[in-house]
């Protein structure tokens, strides 16, 4: 089955730097990687997605890209501000033969530094 | 905005109980999901549900637990024998599905605690 690397596993950065968190995966037939922003004791809300025939997405300051012969994608998030601070989970989906499970990584979680 | 809905949105149970959780997903989606996170960890599928059956399920999901759709609108699932390795933060999910994968939406969650 899938395995989804996520690194690293915290992130501390100044208010205002950029914030940068990779993920693995093997799975070469996965075609769908969404990213979840999860805050204390809430529930994962999708921040950005991106489909395997495309290798970049933009969303005003979060940025998501995708590489797939290596198989690897990321996000990036500029200008961060404390509001930003969160655990954020990458995953993939297979998506083939009806396939529609999330294998999330590990989480990584941002503290902004005002 | 259209919300997955969860209650309850805490349950404590003794070991060995059945419980139920109950979802309500959004109501033009296809697909409903139960996924866990033990505290501090990341979400684990359970299973996927699709035209009244199963569609895929996870090493988790063993006999103890079933998923049902009662009617129209709910989504639950079942656990029937809680163990203490239950105890988790269980999220429904669904999506709508048209043959792409599709965003899945989570509900609030139920923090199940196992005593």
């Known amino acids: 089955g899938e395995n989804v690397e996520q690194h690293p596993s915290t992130l501390s950065v100044q208010e205002g730097d950029s914030a940068v968190i990779k993920c693995t995966y093997s799975?070469?037939?996965?075609?769908?990687f969404p990213w979840y922003k999860q805050e204390l004791g809430k529930r994962p809300q999708l921040i950005i997605d991106i489909r395997s025939n495309v290798g970049e997405k933009k969303d005003q300051r979060i940025a998501v890209t995708l590489n797939k012969t290596a198989k690897h994608f990321s996000l990036h998030i500029t200008e961060t501000q404390p509001e930003d601070s969160a655990v954020y989970f990458c995953a993939a989906i297979m998506g083939g033969a009806g396939s529609y499970q999330l294998t999330f990584g590990k989480g990584t979680k941002l503290s902004v530094i005002p | 905005e259209p919300e997955v809905t969860q209650t309850p949105s805490h349950q404590v149970t003794q070991m060995g109980q059945e419980v139920i959780l109950r979802c309500v997903p959004i109501?033009?989606?296809?697909?409903f999901y139960w996924y866990r996170q033990i505290l501090g960890q990341k979400v684990e599928f359970l299973v996927s549900?699709?035209?009244?059956?199963?569609?895929?399920k996870s090493e988790i999901f063993d006999d103890q637990f079933s998923v049902e759709r009662p009617d129209g609108s709910n989504f639950t699932l079942k656990i029937r024998s809680t163990k203490l390795e239950d105890s988790a933060m269980y999220f429904c999910a669904s999506s709508h599905q048209t043959g792409a994968p599709d965003t899945q939406y989570f509900g609030p969650g139920t923090r199940l605690t196992v005593l």
């Open positions: 109501s033009n989606h296809l697909y």
């Open positions: 799975d070469s037939a996965s075609n769908y």
């Open positions: 549900f699709y035209n009244n059956e199963i569609s895929e």
